[in-house]
């Protein structure tokens, strides 16, 4: 009995110490795995965090690239490729990968960066890993993050625009007759109608608003007109910019459709063949502007119906969009005591100015070259040089009050039919004594071509550029009819346009009042001097906008 009972407890004893070792292992096991877990989470967060450290460097250089290059006003439609600074002496393309990228805090860390465009879209990739070295075949963890970004190319701004104006009623006499702009046309306030008539802004043969020289109609003028005027504003851009980024733009009010030809867009452009300029392109195509954008409007068909998008392909309505489009913009108006003390001129020491009538007539009535009349700062100037009937500007200059200018084609008994001009200047004309805009004084009246003298280094900083700032009214009634006036017109009252000439500049007006068929053709580079002269609107007459390159994060997604 006693040997039984010895060999049962021998069995459990045995069972038991089986138990507890499968016990121990297992626990072991566990033990094992969890550490092995923890490890990989552990590894993998640091792969995470090393994305995200990496995602952080880029987004923060990407973005500060876009605000440079949006406040260095080059580019009106768009960024080109670009290179990104990485900080580091690391300098990173558009659409390639970088090396990898050490992570000093983590001794074993590294990040690979890339960044590419889509439409107003910007995709970033970082992909962190720990590694003894960046070229180990061995990874022990690996992350990758991928950021999808909005980015906005900047403001809207006045001159931008071929024509800013403050308020238009169709047929009332803001925006009346015929008009063809060659780039973007921005209301602040009233209705655009579309219409084959002569109470709104035309939209039947050439007229209409375009997105290069070309306009709807290969047979228009405007491309040698604006040629003549601009010659090769940009070593690196045709005389006819394929892309004037062209948009219509309506703060409060409707785009009405009254006819079947809308006329928007741009068909025909020109090429360069054997060193000369041709056109029409044997490629060409319709260049729809931009869009037409509605702060708070739609596009509606002559029964008042809104527009379907999805059929109408010329038309882009889109209300209530990001603020970068600029339509908060209110008409930039001057401030009380224009033209304060700016640039003044001294009357009764200038020759330009004539003591009787109270007038600066360009060319000058009497004979001869009027030596430079300096402001009284002695930082600006004006001159006329009869023998090569030449106007010569340098800076702003401001006329005293009560003078007004006319530029009627007579020197003494000489007829001039173009004024030329040479240097970069404004003339600023009128007062402003009172917020009651009727007040306002000043006007300047455009009777005859005005021109570069040297077209091939007009509108850039070191050529050419004119132009006419007044609190009152400008009018523009070239004899003839046609002809060019190269110039950037701002009114703080009115600018009326008779006849049929080409404006090549922009034209900024409270209102503006159109008589015929005129053209107004923009060119990039009036951004770069209405902000060299500090034109009323630009930054350096209300300040810096602040956030220029808008940044609004869509999704981002890591794995």
């Given amino acids: 009995m006693r040997r039984r009972r010895d060999g049962f407890l021998l069995v459990t004893v045995l069972f038991v110490m089986v138990v507890v070792a499968i016990l121990a292992l297992g626990t072991s096991f566990t033990a094992l795995i969890d550490r092995q877990v923890a490890a990989r989470q552990r590894v993998g967060t640091e792969a995470h965090y090393l994305a995200q450290a990496g995602m952080d460097r880029l987004k923060t250089a990407l973005f500060l690239e876009l605000s440079d290059q949006a406040r260095s006003e080059l580019f009106v439609c768009g960024f080109p490729p670009f290179d990104v600074d990485l900080g580091g002496g690391v300098v990173l393309r558009e659409g390639d990968t970088s090396a990898p990228l050490p992570f000093e805090p983590v001794s074993n860390g590294w990040y690979v960066l890339s960044f590419e465009r889509s439409g107003g879209y910007y995709v970033l990739t970082s992909v962190g890993y720990l590694a003894p070295t960046r070229d180990a075949e061995q990874r022990s963890a690996q992350a990758t993050m991928q950021l999808v970004a909005a980015a906005g190319e900047r403001p809207s701004r006045v001159w931008d625009n071929a024509i800013f104006t403050q308020a238009l009623s169709s047929g009332s006499g803001s925006l009346t007759g015929t008009i063809a702009a060659y780039g973007s046309v921005h209301v602040v306030n009233g209705d655009v109608e579309l219409v084959d008539e002569e109470d709104g802004l035309a939209a039947s043969g050439s007229s209409g608003i375009y997105n290069n020289y070309a306009g709807r109609s290969t047979s228009t003028n405007v491309v040698s007109q604006a040629r003549s005027a601009l010659g090769l504003a940009r070593t690196d851009e045709q005389p006819n910019p ?11 009010g409707d785009v009405r459709v009254r006819s079947n030809a809308v006329g928007i867009g741009a068909e025909g452009d020109t090429y360069l063949e054997d060193g000369k300029w041709v056109e029409p392109s044997p490629l060409a195509q319709v260049q729809s502007i931009k869009g037409v954008y509605l702060g708070s409007g739609d596009v509606l068909d002559q029964q008042g119906n809104p527009l379907s998008t999805a059929t109408q392909r010329e038309i882009f309505s889109r209300t209530g969009v990001s603020g970068y489009e600029g339509f908060d913009l209110g008409f930039p108006a001057l401030e009380v005591d224009f033209p304060h003390s700016l640039g003044m001129l001294d009357a009764l020491e200038c020759g330009l100015i004539d003591p009787i009538s109270n007038e600066m007539r360009l060319p000058p009535v009497a004979v001869g070259s009027v030596a430079p009349c300096f402001s009284r700062d002695g930082k600006s100037s004006i001159e006329w040089d009869e023998e090569g009937k030449v106007l010569r500007l340098d800076g702003v200059v401001s006329l005293p009050p009560g003078v007004n200018v006319s530029l009627q084609g007579r020197t003494g008994s000489s007829k001039i ?36 003298k040297d077209p091939t280094t007009n509108y850039r900083i070191g050529g050419s550029a004119l132009s006419f700032v007044t609190a009152g009214d400008i009018y523009v009634d070239v004899p003839g009819g046609g002809g060019t006036v190269s110039a950037l017109l701002y009114a703080d009252r009115r600018i009326d346009i008779q006849k049929q000439p080409t404006i090549v500049g922009s034209v900024v007006g409270r209102s503006v009042n159109v008589h015929n068929v005129p ?28 956030n220029r390159a ?8 890591t794995r």
Avoid: Q
Avoid at 242 to 252: G, H, P, W
Avoid at 430 to 446: C, F, H, P, Q
Avoid at 520 to 533: G, N, R
Avoid at 550 to 557: I, K, M, N
């Fill in 550 to 557: 808008p940044w609004s994060e869509v999704s981002v997604e």
């Fill in 242 to 252: 394929r892309d004037l980024c062209s948009r219509l733009k309506i703060a409060r």
């Fill in 417 to 452: 039919d173009v004024l030329e001009y040479e240097g970069i200047g404004a003339i600023m004309v009128g007062t402003k004594i009172s917020e009651d805009v009727a007040s306002n004084t000043g006007r300047v009246d455009v009777e005859m071509e005005i021109l570069p």
């Fill in 519 to 546: 053209k107004v053709a923009f060119h990039p580079d009036v951004i770069d001097i209405a902000e060299f002269l500090c034109l009323p609107g630009t930054v350096c007459d209300i300040g810096d906008f602040g």
